[in-house]
């Protein structure tokens, strides 16, 4: 039987060697100078994705007419080691990143994700603060592991969660997972210490729009952020059409027909989420009822903030989730005559410096046609 496969030509291209000209350009980049891309934002974000892998079968995301049980993965050898991730980490930090997210796939696949996530705590901003380090998960294994990554150094949780409902949750995930066992995840974390989880709900008009209320409802006052995420045109698989996409408007639109809301300032410049907190009777502010944030990265674009770049399962840095193609990074440390730490930082300024993605925003000008290019990158290669 024929293995099957996605559009990644792009993104699994060798790496072209440098030229002595590139290599002295590149080492010509002062790492002590502001590090901007072709719009002036800085890197502050890196994501990287430790597995291409994952247990469950979203339709935005995996969806298992495509991702089938041939489903070609990356063989083992082609994944980033820790210590290689741990080394472009520590170079990205030269760069003036400050927040590192660990995404999939499903990253708790990995086997030993503790040890790399022990290597990354150990790691400091330029002025020699710990790292924002999170991670993102569906939970499914998150009860098993929520105490060895908190012991580990991990720092904040971010847990995917579509419904309340176990019916549109199993439907969703594809792979009749109940919802009572994310749950338990999120308990547990919080159980043993975790004080920093977000819940994101990803909405697709028609499928479960019916559940935001109640996912509020259930999140209010537990000390866990609730974040509603507009359904993305990402990858080439997931089938997007505009007409399944609830604006974000809209969704605040049904949380304020139940409760008094108050818009909150943003916590840090280029945050994705515009967030709001509940008020009490008396009509005041209340934090003990917590917040929720809308992601609206189709109505309202937030490219021209962006900070944020990927890193893939196999070691390649993509400036935009909606990208085509990304610059091979894993092959600077495997040559013949691995690169110095200072190279690596080098190579990734110079690459962020050649960055002008902007896809939301073009989208939304009309500049570009929204929907799912054949070419894209599948969210599950380069993390959400």
Same mark, same amino acid.
């Given at each position: 039987?024929?293995?099957?496969? /996605?559009?990644?030509?792009?993104?699994?291209?060798?790496?072209?060697?440098?030229?002595?000209?590139?290599?002295?350009?590149?080492?010509?980049?002062?790492?002590?100078?502001? /590090?901007?891309?072709?719009?002036?934002?800085?890197?502050?974000?890196?994501? /990287?994705?430790?597995?291409?892998?994952?247990?469950?079968?979203?339709?935005?995301?995996?969806?298992?007419?495509?991702?089938?049980?041939?489903?070609?993965?990356?063989?083992?050898?082609?994944?980033?080691?820790?210590?290689?991730?741990?080394?472009?980490?520590?170079?990205?930090?030269?760069?003036?990143?400050?927040?590192?997210?660990?995404?999939?796939?499903?990253?708790?696949?990995?086997?030993? =994700?503790?040890?790399?996530?022990?290597?990354?705590?150990?790691?400091?901003?330029?002025?020699?603060? &710990?790292?924002?380090?999170?991670?993102?998960?569906?939970?499914?294994?998150?009860?098993?592991?929520?105490?060895?990554?908190?012991?580990?150094?991990?720092?904040?949780?971010?847990?995917? $969660?579509?419904?309340?409902?176990?019916?549109?949750?199993?439907? #969703?995930?594809?792979?009749?997972?109940?919802?009572?066992?994310?749950?338990?995840?999120?308990?547990?974390?919080?159980?043993?210490?975790?004080?920093?989880?977000?819940?994101?709900?990803?909405?697709?008009?028609?499928?479960?729009?019916?559940?935001?209320?109640?996912? *509020? *409802?259930?999140?209010?006052?537990?000390?866990?952020?609730?974040?509603?995420?507009?359904?993305?045109?990402?990858?080439?698989?997931?089938?997007?059409?505009?007409?399944?996409?609830?604006?974000?408007?809209?969704?605040?639109? #049904?949380?304020?027909? !139940?409760? &008094?809301?108050? *818009? =909150?300032?943003?916590?840090?410049?280029?945050?994705?989420?515009?967030?709001?907190?509940?008020?009490?009777?008396?009509?005041? =502010?209340?934090?003990? $009822?917590?917040?929720?944030?809308?992601?609206?990265?189709?109505?309202?674009?937030?490219?021209?903030?962006?900070?944020?770049?990927? =890193?893939?399962?196999?070691?390649?840095?993509?400036?935009?989730?909606?990208?085509?193609?990304?610059?091979?990074?894993? !092959? $600077?440390?495997?040559?013949?005559?691995?690169?110095?730490?200072?190279?690596?930082?080098?190579?990734?300024? !110079?690459?962020?410096?050649?960055?002008?993605?902007?896809?939301?925003?073009?989208?939304?000008?009309?500049?570009?046609?929204?929907?799912?290019?054949?070419?894209?990158?599948?969210?599950?290669?380069?993390?959400?």
């Amino acid at each position: 039987m024929s293995k099957t496969t /996605i559009p990644l030509i792009d993104a699994r291209q060798r790496p072209v060697a440098l030229t002595a000209e590139a290599r002295a350009a590149i080492q010509a980049i002062d790492l002590n100078g502001p /590090i901007l891309d072709q719009l002036s934002r800085p890197l502050r974000d890196l994501r /990287i994705s430790v597995t291409d892998r994952c247990n469950f079968r979203c339709s935005y995301c995996m969806p298992k007419s495509v991702f089938t049980r041939d489903y070609a993965y990356l063989p083992q050898s082609d994944l980033l080691s820790f210590e290689e991730i741990t080394t472009i980490a520590q170079a990205s930090t030269r760069l003036g990143v400050r927040k590192i997210r660990i995404t999939g796939g499903e990253p708790l696949l990995r086997k030993n =994700l503790d040890i790399l996530i022990g290597q990354l705590s150990a790691l400091r901003t330029l002025d020699g603060q &710990p790292l924002d380090l999170t991670l993102t998960t569906n939970a499914s294994l998150l009860a098993k592991k929520a105490q060895a990554l908190k012991d580990a150094g991990l720092t904040r949780l971010t847990v995917s $969660l579509d419904a309340l409902d176990d019916n549109i949750f199993r439907a #969703m995930n594809d792979m009749d997972f109940p919802v009572a066992d994310v749950l338990e995840g999120i308990d547990t974390a919080l159980s043993v210490g975790f004080s920093d989880i977000k819940v994101n709900m990803v909405v697709k008009r028609g499928t479960n729009q019916d559940q935001i209320v109640p996912m *509020a *409802a259930h999140f209010r006052g537990t000390g866990v952020a609730l974040r509603f995420i507009e359904y993305m045109d990402v990858g080439a698989s997931n089938g997007w059409r505009m007409d399944e996409v609830l604006p974000s408007a809209d969704v605040l639109a #049904m949380l304020q027909a !139940h409760w &008094p809301m108050q *818009a =909150l300032p943003a916590k840090s410049k280029g945050e994705t989420a515009k967030r709001y907190g509940y008020l009490d009777g008396n009509g005041n =502010l209340d934090p003990s $009822l917590g917040e929720v944030g809308l992601i609206s990265s189709v109505t309202e674009a937030f490219c021209h903030e962006c900070n944020r770049a990927r =890193l893939s399962t196999d070691g390649r840095l993509f400036a935009c989730l909606f990208a085509t193609q990304g610059t091979e990074i894993k !092959h $600077l440390l495997r040559s013949a005559e691995p690169a110095d730490a200072t190279f690596v930082a080098q190579y990734l300024a !110079h690459t962020w410096q050649q960055r002008q993605d902007q896809y939301s925003a073009l989208r939304q000008a009309g500049v570009i046609p929204a929907g799912n290019a054949r070419e894209r990158i599948e969210m599950s290669y380069i993390g959400g």
